[in-house]
């Protein structure tokens, strides 16, 4: 089971709400969004939070965010938005 908090982050951002979506916005100002997938995982349901991490490996480099799935506990989403290809 991965703890979305101890992984090596930007700073382990962790925000709720209107927050969230304008630090989001400035993370992933010029990425695409490439995939979603659910990964082994907590984030807590009662707030809107969200994790950001940087990420470089198989689909390229960016940030990745985890936010709660709403129907498990067990499980998180994860969202890769990568550089765009030349």
């Keep these: ?3 979305v908090r101890s992984r090596n982050s930007i700073g382990a951002l962790l925000y709720s709400g209107e927050y969230r979506n304008a630090i989001l ?4 100002s010029g990425l695409v969004e490439d995939h979603s997938a659910l990964t082994n995982g907590y984030l807590s349901r009662r707030k809107s939070t969200c994790a950001i991490y940087k990420y470089s490996g198989r689909f390229g480099d960016g940030v990745v965010v985890f936010t709660p799935n709403t129907g498990s506990s067990r499980y998180c989403w ?5 550089k765009p290809p030349m």
């Design 1 to 3: 089971m991965i703890d």
């Design 25 to 28: 916005n400035q993370f992933t």
């Design 78 to 82: 994860i969202t890769y938005y990568v």
